[in-house]
RNA sequence: AGGGGUGUCGCCAAGUUGGUAAGGCAACGGAUUUUGGUUCCGUCAUUCGAGGGUUCGAAUCCUUCCGCCCCUG
């Protein structure tokens, strides 16, 4: 009997390595794709290296590498709209809208154009095929759990996908990498992907602005919720809400980012308690599960790494939704995800993902 | 010019009877991490506006000078 043909999305980094060898070993006829994510400019200077010696590894390893670029795409669908957002006070979350329009849009559309029946990335996350479509869970371990980022993939893209690494842990990968003697391309953690160089988006974004002929806005005034003026920021697209590190204001308690007033150019700060808050708007989202077979009780996370919260969720007319949660959470911060869950037996089941507009103040100072 | 107050790390700020400089903020470094953030850990004044004196020993006592801040002219 032919075994099953699966494309394995490759980035260089141990997780989707991970990943074609366990395809491989459960049976599948697996092959790599690698896609070119980054424009010229902002390749890292050995770029061409790291392809090559995935090109080898590929040999020594034996599967097929099929090698894909996207960086126009990318450019277009991930790295542009990433700007517009900043100019536009938002806190973009690019990672959130590569997987939605690139990795599971054109990487996976090409993957199974090429004959392939599976595409398969290295994502910690589950996927279970039922009646109803494909379920997207969180991983088994939730630590590593990145469902979140993947809320605004589109139903349809997540049929025929595989997640492999969806039971496993990294240690263990890692150990089971080395008792084979493969080792990534790329050692480290998979930073690279990204397209900011050194995590440091405030040092590439003015660059990328001038080059989209995009005015991001300048320094203006710091300001507490009763109007004091404290200090100067140096640029609302620097700062997001609930940021505390970096604001460069000496005060006697910390200070975190409450929000931004653009049309005053001014950024609003208060303490921890303000800090926090207890819902949000958000925009049209991105149904995983329609709303009509939600269960009662839903729960949400604002940003990575938080852990699903009991919510209160409305679906606004116009296909938006409106959260509110039971206790009070970290500050919501415009431009960035709402990952709404339901929990299932079997673990967390991703319902919907939508970006967030606004914070809603629920009777604690907040931004106008 | 008189009267009162005050002067401790970039900022805020403890330091009561002299005993050999808390803490918070910021900053920097690290851990965590496929966005931004959060969180956690670590490092940060041989010196207390300046000079002189008393004392075994002073940021704390005395003294002179300087700088701010109020109030009254």
Redesign the pocket.
């Known amino acids: 009997m032919k075994s099953a043909k699966v494309a394995v999305a490759l980035s260089g ?1 141990m ?1 989707s390595l991970s990943a074609l060898l366990l395809l491989r070993e459960r049976g599948f006829a697996a092959s790599g794709l690698h896609g070119i994510f980054l424009p010229e400019a902002l390749r890292p200077p050995d770029w061409l290296e790291r392809l090559e010696a995935l090109q080898r590894q590929a040999v020594d390893l034996d599967f097929a590498l099929r090698v894909l670029d996207l960086s126009a795409d990318f450019s277009r669908l991930v790295i542009q709209p990433f700007v517009r957002a900043y100019a536009a006070g938002l ?6 809208a590569c ?1 939605a329009a690139v990795k599971f849009g054109l990487l996976r559309r090409a993957a199974l154009d090429g004959g392939s029946g599976w595409f398969a ?4 996350a589950r996927l279970e095929e039922r009646a109803d479509g494909p379920a997207l869970l969180a991983a088994s371990d939730a ?2 759990d ?1 469902s ?2 993947l809320a605004l993939v589109p139903r349809e893209s997540l049929g025929r996908v595989l997640f492999p690494l969806a039971e496993h842990a ?1 240690s263990e990968l890692r150990a089971w990498l080395e008792g084979q003697g493969v080792s990534p391309v790329q050692p480290g ?3 690279e ?2 397209f ?1 160089p050194g ?1 440091d ?2 040092a590439l974004l003015p660059g990328l602005a001038k080059e989209q002929g995009v005015e991001l806005g300048g320094p203006g005034d710091a300001v507490l919720p009763d109007g004091r003026r404290i200090g100067r920021h140096q640029g609302l697209w ?20 409450l929000g931004k007033n653009r049309r005053e150019n001014t950024l609003l700060l208060g303490g ?1 308690e303000e800090a926090r808050g207890c819902g949000c708007r958000c925009g049209r989202a991105n149904y995983l599960v329609e709303p009509a077979e939600w269960p009662a009780t839903r729960l949400a996370r604002i ?4 852990p699903a919260a009991p919510a209160e969720v409305k679906i606004v007319p116009d296909g938006g939704l409106d959260l509110f949660f039971t206790e009070l959470a ?1 500050f919501p ?1 415009p431009g ?2 709402a990952a709404v869950y339901a929990q299932e037996s079997g673990g967390l089941r991703v319902l919907a993902g939508a970006v967030i507009e606004s914070a809603v103040n629920c009777g604690l100072t907040g931004p106008a």
Not at 303 to 306: A, D, E, L, P, T
């Open positions: 980094g997780d806190t973009p979350n690019p990672c959130a997987n990335t290295g994502h910690y630590s590593k990145q979140y980022f990294k953690e998979s930073q992907i990204c900011i995590d988006y405030r620097r700062y997001t809400e609930g940021q505390r590190r970096g604001l460069g204001l000496a005060y006697s308690e910390p200070l975190y980012v921890r940003r990575y790494r938080q970290d911060a960035q995800l």
